[in-house]
């Protein structure tokens, strides 16, 4: 398979392939200088020994697994949207997902669209009860990472709480908050031009809140004003 055959996938004769068997391969290497021929005589053999008739090919090259972008997994993505193909057939598991949140979803998607998936290396055929059951354990131990992770940082918070530290963000000097109310209360300054002032020592979204605060208060009201000419004397 040549290089430029891998980044705009190999272009195959028009499909003869029967209904449930129209098969995509998935292939990746990490950078220009590897091949991908060991995937693809691996999946060219196992497509043909389980009776799969391979419509297209997808290889991305010198992409990280971890990129977003990866161009022709997007396609194949789009194709199955489409309903061109039947079933995915990958290598590795980490040739296809970039993580194991990437990797669930991605099966989700397939079993809503009725596609099948295969993991040669992994063992994994979401058509068979193993692999149904293998799609399930995925999905527990992605959400138990997740709640593990998630656990993890709440032990911590409380942990820092109880020694006294302090979580978030700085707390604001009150100087600096009784600076803003007065610039807001004594100018038509905007919040730009107040951040601006206090040489950028709050941020703006903290300089709107105290500004909005501060001009929604009623004005003081002036005793003088009240005695004004109702005084008898």
Not at 189 to 198: A, E, H, V, W, Y
Request: proline share 3%; with cysteine.
């Amino acid at each position: 398979m040549s290089a430029k055959e891998c980044l705009y996938g190999r272009k195959r004769r028009p499909s003869t392939a029967r209904d449930g068997t129209r098969t995509a391969l998935y292939l990746r290497v990490s950078t220009a200088e590897q091949k991908p021929d060991l995937q693809y005589d691996g999946l060219r053999a196992y497509a043909s020994h389980a009776g799969l008739d391979v419509v297209r090919d997808y290889c991305d090259v010198g992409v990280s697994g971890r990129r977003e972008g990866r161009p022709q997994l997007n396609a194949l993505m789009a194709a199955a949207r489409n309903r061109e193909i039947d079933c995915v057939l990958v290598w590795k598991f980490d040739r296809f997902a970039r993580s194991t949140r990437h990797l669930l979803a991605a099966l989700e998607e397939f079993n809503h669209l009725g596609v099948r998936f295969v993991s040669v290396q992994d063992q994994v055929d979401t058509d068979s009860p193993m692999g149904r059951a293998m799609f399930t354990i995925i999905g527990a131990m992605a959400e138990l990472e997740s709640s593990l992770i998630s656990e993890r940082v709440t032990a911590g918070m409380r942990a820092a709480e109880t020694r006294g530290k302090h979580l978030g963000r700085p707390a604001t000097q009150q100087r600096i908050v009784r600076e803003i109310e007065t610039l807001a209360t004594s100018t038509n300054l905007s919040i730009r031009q107040i951040q601006s002032k206090i040489a950028g020592r709050a941020s703006r979204g903290l300089i709107g809140e105290i500004t909005k605060r501060a001009r929604e208060q009623p004005a003081p009201v002036c005793i003088t004003n009240l005695i004004g000419t109702n005084d008898p004397s």
